[in-house]
Each structure stands twice: as C-alpha cells, then as structure tokens.
T-cell receptor, first 112, second 115 residues
Framework: AQSVTQPDIHITVSEGASLELRCNYS??????LFWYVQSPGQGLQLLLK??????LVQGIKGFEAEFKRSQSSFNLRKPSVHWSDAAEYFC??????????FGTGTSLTVIP | NAGVTQTPKFQVLKTGQSMTLQCAQD?????MYWYRQDPGMGLRLIYY???????DKGEVPNGYNVSRLNKREFSLRLESAAPSQTSVYFC??????????????FGPGTRLTVL
C-alpha cells in the first residue's frame, strides 16, 4: 500500500539557517512526488514536483528537493530560511486513479 | 481565473443537521477531490471524481455523499452531521492525463464545527 511518512512533526530554525524536511514514501511503482506548503488558514500550494529525470528538482520560493530511490526519500531543502517560510509542509505521492497520499505534515517555526 | 472556490468558508452545525459543501473550479480540470484535514493526521481523501459522471470512495467516506454536478462542480453532503465530522474540508482539482499524475490545486477550505 502507498504511504508517506514525515518523521518530523515540528521543526524550529533560525532565520537565515538552512532547512531540510524529511519525507519517506512507500510505493510499488515509479513514484510521482510532490511537496505542498500551507500557510495558516490557507489552502495548499504546490512547491515542487518530481515525475522523472533529474533527481534534484527546483521549486518556487527557493526550495529544492532531491529524490533518492535507494532510500525511498524525497527531502525538501532550502539554503537560507526566511521568516515568511513559517508554515506547514506536506509531502505527497501520486497513486492509482490520480489519488494522492499525503504525509501528516511538518510544522516549521522560524525564529528571528 | 479564480481557480478552486469553496463555499461556505465557515459553518457551525448541530448534531443531526445536514448541509452541502460546494466546490467549483474554472481550470477545465477533469478530476476533483474532497479531503478533510485534522490535526496530526494530514489530509485524508473522502471522495474523488476522476471524471465527470464518476465518483469513488477514498480513505474516509463514511457519513458523506458527493455529487459531480458537471465538469466544474463537485459537492460534498453531510446527511446527519456528527461531532466527529468537525474538521477543515478542502476541495481540489487536477488535470488527469493517462500515465501521469498532475498536481492538485486546492481551494481555501471550509472550517466546519459540529456541536
């Protein structure tokens, strides 16, 4: 069965520090992977996606993610975090029937 | 181009009352989805409609019904609301093409409280 695990429920970083949010997936076929961001009281916005090809994908707002098949991971990174990055981040995998399976999310707090 | 719109934004119901959450998209997408979001549980799929005229159950369909009214609109109905249905409900849509998984676009959500 498909599943997505985000091991970190909450992360706190200082503004200007680097960030890595972890995502592990379980899927039998080639995964289609996504990262979404949700600001308080808002819907979800797509940050980036991986379908195939280059394993390092660039997204909006300076985010990138690296797909590692051997580790079943798709970790999200940003070299320098801004206060406006404080939000909840969700990893998702696309599955049969165009369904998505979401992780439980990682809440990011940015300290000035 | 409004994207995905949902009405209402907020709703308070008493146990046993019914209501319908409305969702519309103007992106000519063929697939539409209803999720609920609860603290610590991420988003869970309630129902989805892969194309106009079809609907299928997701992970947590009990207590809900859906109608794909046309290509643009996908409604979610609670026939007899229960406190366990207190949640934030999100509608999403995507352009489903054979052999691929396009990103889903989300509405702003409906915050529902059942007393």
């Amino acid at each position: 069965a498909q599943s997505v695990t985000q091991p970190d429920i909450h992360i706190t970083v200082s503004e200007g520090a680097s960030l890595e949010l972890r995502c592990n997936y379980s899927y039998g076929a080639t995964p289609y992977l996504f990262w979404y961001v949700q600001s308080p009281g808002q819907g979800l916005q797509l940050l980036l996606k991986y379908f195939s090809g280059d394993t390092l994908v660039q997204g909006i707002k300076g985010f990138e993610a690296e797909f590692k098949r051997s580790q079943s991971s798709f970790n999200l990174r940003k070299p320098s975090v801004h206060w406006s990055d404080a939000a909840e981040y969700f990893c998702a995998v696309g599955a049969q029937g165009n369904q998505f399976y979401f992780g439980t999310g990682t809440s990011l707090t940015v300290i000035p | 181009n409004a994207g995905v719109t949902q009405t209402p934004k907020f709703q308070v119901l008493k146990t046993g009352q019914s209501m319908t959450l409305q969702c519309a998209q103007d992106m000519n997408h063929n697939s539409m989805y209803w999720y609920r979001q609860d603290p610590g549980m991420g988003l869970r799929l309630i129902y989805y409609s892969a194309s106009e005229g079809t609907t299928d159950k997701g992970e947590v369909p009990n207590g809900y019904n859906v109608s794909r009214l046309n290509k643009r609109e996908f409604s979610l109905r609670l026939e007899s609301a229960a406190p366990s249905q207190t949640s934030v409900y999100f509608c999403a849509s995507s352009l489903r093409l054979a052999g691929t998984y396009n990103e889903q676009f989300f509405g702003p959500g409906t915050r529902l409280t059942v007393l």
